[in-house]
């Protein structure tokens, strides 16, 4: 099977689109008038109106009363098959649209003198002589002077000769509208059979797409929901025998194949359609248009045979696409792994940023992979005291608190009856001690403690333990050790953080590690909102995943409103600009750019300017980067199919799972590139496409690794195979370990509330590592 989702190149123009329907009543004409008002904001688009035995699109576009007696298809096609060849198409032409490049040709002007000519066609006869002239008005169309770029195309409902061929031979894309009633399952099955064993006139199969409308009840999700569970399985039946060379299944992601419009009474009472009535509901449709379409495309005609030949956007220079290629290596994206200067090249200052590093910003909350760890290095590296750091980091001292650490300190607090924010406080005196000066306060205890008389580089995590028990065991530890830290502050000479980060993997993973951390997190949030305001030059920094945040009980946690900064990555804008300032460390790709975009890029040493660029600037370089669309599917752009597939169930993404992609995909490229050459962009974007599954067996693997509570929901996930899924069938797994799946984003809810939920979902992003299909499919 050849699909041209499947090339990398672009279809010659016009693309191709016919709606169908096998029967009448399901809104086919209304969504074709509301995709080309979408479609013909940024392209030039020629609807057909071949619905010639009821044409409405003239109706429709309100443009009925200017169709003349002997204008439209009709005439056009009936003269083709008496001369042998088509009238000139230009007369016939319609503005379908007064501020947009948006044109109708007719069916013709319905009267008596329409119904004898009509009558007179013979379509049945066309496919048998050497003259067609459907083909030929086809050939016609492209070859116009408006160049159009897209064309849409009414066909009759029902199977007939003239609805057939634009189906199976002449369509790129089709349509197909239809209401998930059982009567219409058999005959739409049978018709998309037939379109999967279709060659059009390209010898391409038509890409099948299908619309499902009017569904009732549209205001209410479950009933929404209810239609395209059923739609989606019946789809998932009718495309499961369709596979491509390699015996992969030829559309695996039913979703992105289907989209559910429900009844609008505003619509439906609407005489014509207008770009304010309710056309938004139809821009999915529009989105698998212009998935197959160049964005700014340049169309030439070409006298020799009426071809039309279309250019994209400047094709990249060979030799530089080569060179940026070979020289493109994206870091681990994981902070404890870089270098300093890698490090140093590769952060991004963001707004979230900026306003976790002030000082009255003391609460850092963010899910896995939000860069928390990429924070705690930048304050670290300037001058900032560890207090705890994850165990990988390359800087972390060999006496810095491990889980057996915290063991031991969980052992002396129930031997010396003190708390967690006593021990913490204390472990902040003998680090301050540690990182500091010979001239810094002493803890006034007899023999002093070992921080004081052994240098820094012997001292070890026994000697941390050790110094530990010394103050928890003098009498009023609580109120000794917080007049020693109020010292070391006034003794300190300029502002300095104190960072507290690795506390998720830190305190060990067993299920009394867990119980300790809870603990020993709480007692850590208790002192900060406590006492950390009593500081002036030493303030604490805490790092903490979002999940363990919401799980530790903590008292007054009011006291934080205002103070904290939850690190996320919400603008889509600063997420893309991780991944695009680290390919510009590649002298070769900035070369490129440079070329291609010289108002982002203007010199040599300008790659800094990143975090300053604006959201056109940094989608004008990412379409240089990864190419500007993912061919036929609701998210046509490459930067919202990237956007929306590397997001967890709670909407969040991680700069790790982007830049894992990216440097996946720039790996297939350069396997690719030497036998298939592609300058359109110096990743093409099949490359991302391709590349999810790799990303999705890393992310669910990090996710296993991190939270290994959740091993339980991962085998349950694997046995249920398909997503979304009843609720039901996690009945095994413990309720805890569910809400965790929930809150780390593994798992959503589909249908219901948190509390009562009826279905769950799994999204992209885990989906395929974890073997799931889509709705209907095994």
Not at 144 to 170: C, K, N
Request: proline share 6%.
């Amino acid at each position: 099977m050849r699909l041209p989702s499947r090339s990398d190149d672009f279809l010659s123009a016009p693309l191709v689109a016919t709606f169908y329907s096998l029967r009448g009543g399901v809104g086919r004409s209304t969504a074709l008038a509301h995709t080309a008002l979408l479609l013909a904001q940024d392209h030039r688009v020629l609807c057909i109106d071949m619905d010639l035995e009821a044409p409405g699109l003239a109706a429709l576009f309100d443009v009925e009363r200017q169709v003349g007696p002997d204008q439209g298809v009709v005439s056009l096609l009936l003269g083709a098959e008496i001369a042998g060849e088509l009238p000139d198409v230009t007369p016939h032409l319609l503005r379908a649209h007064p501020d947009r490049e948006l044109y109708l040709l007719p069916a013709g002007h319905p009267d008596a003198n329409y119904a004898r000519r009509l009558a007179q066609l013979d379509p049945a006869s066309w496919y048998r002589e050497e003259s067609n002239p459907l083909r030929m008005l086809l050939s016609a169309v492209g070859g116009l002077r408006i160049a159009p770029q897209v064309v849409l195309i009414d066909a009759r409902t029902g199977i007939s000769p003239l609805s057939a061929p634009l189906l199976f031979d002449l369509a790129d894309l089709a349509v197909v509208t239809f209401f998930p009633h059982p009567q219409s399952r058999v005959g739409t099955g049978a018709l998309t059979r037939a379109l999967l064993a279709a060659r059009s006139e390209r010898a391409y199969t038509p890409e099948p797409r299908f619309l499902v409308s009017p569904v009732p009840g549209a205001g209410s999700p479950e009933t929404r929901r209810r239609y395209e569970d059923r739609a989606a399985t019946w789809i998932s039946e009718w495309l499961a025998p369709a596979v491509l060379t390699d015996g992969q299944p030829a559309f695996p992601d039913v979703d992105e194949l289907l989209h559910v419009v429900g009844y609008s009474e505003d619509m439906a009472s609407t005489d014509a359609a207008t770009a304010e009535a309710g056309g938004s509901a139809y821009a999915p449709v529009s989105e698998w248009i212009k998935g197959f379409v160049p964005r700014s495309a340049s169309i030439m005609a070409n006298n020799v045979g009426g071809s039309v030949v279309v250019s994209g956007s400047p094709s990249l220079v060979t030799t530089t696409k080569a060179e940026a290629l070979a020289g493109l290596r994206m870091s681990a994206g994981i902070a404890e792994a870089q270098s300093d200067d890698e490090f140093e090249q590769t952060y991004l200052r963001t707004g979230t940023v900026q306003q976790a590093l002030r000082a009255d910003r003391p609460l850092i909350r963010g899910r896995k992979g939000t860069g928390k760890t990429a924070l705690f290095r930048r304050l670290a590296m300037a001058g900032g005291i560890a207090v705890t750091s994850p165990s990988s980091l390359q800087t972390r001292r060999t006496w810095t608190p491990s889980s057996d650490t915290f063991k031991a300190v969980g052992s002396l607090i129930a031997e010396t009856s003190t708390d967690w924010r006593v021990a913490w406080a204390a472990l902040i005196g003998v680090t301050v001690r540690l990182y500091g000066e010979p001239r810094l306060p002493e803890f006034a205890i007899p023999g002093g403690l070992v921080c004081v008389h052994k240098p820094e580089p012997r001292y070890t995590e026994i000697d941390l333990v050790r110094d530990l028990r010394s103050v928890l065991s003098v009498p009023d530890a609580g109120l000794l050790v917080w007049q020693w830290i109020r010292e070391l502050d006034t003794a300190i000479d300029e502002q300095t953080f104190l960072l507290f980060d690795g506390l998720d993997a830190g305190f060990g993973p067993t299920a009394a590690d867990l119980t300790r951390r809870r603990e020993g997190v709480a007692g850590l949030l208790a002192l900060l909102g406590e006492r950390g305001d009593e500081l002036s030059r030493l303030r604490m920094k805490v790092l903490i995943r979002e999940d363990i945040y919401r799980s530790v009980p903590v008292p007054n946690q009011s006291h934080f409103y205002g103070r904290e900064v939850r690190l996320s990555w919400a603008d889509q804008t600063d997420y893309l600009k991780v991944v695009i300032k680290q390919a510009l460390r590649a002298a070769a790709v900035a070369d490129l750019v440079r070329h291609e975009v010289p108002d982002a890029l203007p010199s040599t040493g300008a790659e800094d300017l990143v975090e300053s660029w604006s959201q056109a600037q940094v989608l004008d370089v990412w379409r240089v980067l990864v190419g500007e669309r993912v061919s036929g599917g609701k998210t046509a752009f490459t930067h919202n199919w990237v956007w929306n597939r590397l997001a967890d169930s709670n909407g969040d993404h991680s700069p790790r799972s982007l830049i894992r992609l990216f440097d996946r995909a720039a790996e297939r490229e350069r396997g690719w590139y030497e036998s298939a050459p592609y300058e359109r962009s110096l990743i093409r974007p099949r490359a991302l496409v391709e590349s999810l599954e790799d990303i999705s067996d890393q992310e669910v693997l990090s996710v296993e690794e991190e939270y290994p509570e959740l091993g339980p929901l991962f085998e349950a996930l694997r046995a249920v195979g398909r997503t979304p899924f009843p609720a039901g069938e996690l009945a095994g797994v413990e309720v805890d370990v569910v809400n965790l799946g929930l809150e780390v984003g593994l798992l959503g809810v589909d249908l219901g509330s948190r509390d009562d939920a009826e279905r769950y979902r799994v999204p992209e992003l885990y989906r395929k590592a974890l073997g799931m299909g889509r709705k209907g499919q095994a």
